[in-house]
């Protein structure tokens, strides 16, 4: 149980394009989605929470315009970077916090294996 | 307000142990302990709450010093596949999990 699947696993994009990651929970529903992004030999910093059908909650500095997220069901957020260029260039990573399961620790959030996006 | 790990890194031999500690200015509730391997996503490890429950990981211990507002991760008998960066996540709100800066483990043959 709790597995977490991100697509594409990698992206090599030109700038000034824009780019779609998708984040689904395959065995579990998921209240919350959250979206990290992560630079090399850095921890991971939280850039936004994702709620089923409303809008996603952003952390300070992170551009709302720039980073979209969409969240379509409780299986699937999806982060649209927008016009990207080379600082954009990270691992992005989402997690899910389960809605339940017989298996599952509901009190804590299980990630994705991660998104390398590389602006050129 | 992110929490503090110490130390930022540790070199073993297979079989030593490490203790892998996590500090908060503020209140904790819980502790999450995760640990990624390079170019993967953080894998769940355990999650310490408030009033000493404990909920993961078989072959790994932690401990939950609520007055001291620190936890600590054990790692016994340490073996080549436990290398990996490791970090504590502390809850601010409701789900939101804020990260250490992450203790880099190697463990040598």
């Known amino acids: 149980g709790a597995v977490v699947s991100q697509h594409p696993s990698w992206v090599i994009c030109k700038s000034g394009t824009s780019v779609k990651i998708e984040c689904r929970s395959l065995d579990f529903q998921a209240t919350t989605m959250f979206w990290y992004r992560q630079f090399p030999k850095q921890s991971l910093m939280l850039m936004a929470t994702s709620n089923e059908g409303s809008k996603a909650t952003y952390e300070q500095g992170v551009e709302k315009d720039k980073f979209l997220i969409n969240h379509a069901s409780l299986t699937l957020s999806t982060l649209t970077v927008t016009s990207a260029h080379p600082e954009d260039s990270s691992f992005y990573i989402c997690?899910?916090?389960?809605?339940?399961?017989?298996?599952?620790?509901?009190?804590?959030?299980?990630f994705g294996p991660g998104t390398r996006l590389t602006v050129l | 307000q992110q929490p503090v790990q110490s130390p930022q890194a540790v070199i073993l031999r297979e079989g030593e142990d490490a203790v892998i500690n996590c500090s908060s200015s503020k209140a904790l509730y819980s502790v999450h302990w995760y640990r990624q391997k390079h170019g993967e996503a953080p894998v769940f490890l355990m999650i310490?709450?408030?009033?000493?429950e404990q909920k993961g990981h078989e072959k790994i211990s932690a401990s939950f010093n609520e007055k001291k507002q620190q936890s600590s991760l054990y790692l016994t008998a340490s073996q080549l596949s436990y290398s990996g960066t490791y970090f504590c996540g502390v809850l601010q709100g409701a789900q939101k999990l804020v990260f250490g800066q992450g203790t880099r483990l190697t463990i040598n043959p």
């Open positions: 997690s899910a916090h389960p809605q339940g399961g017989p298996s599952l620790v509901t009190d804590t959030q299980y």
């Open positions: 310490l709450l408030k009033g000493g």
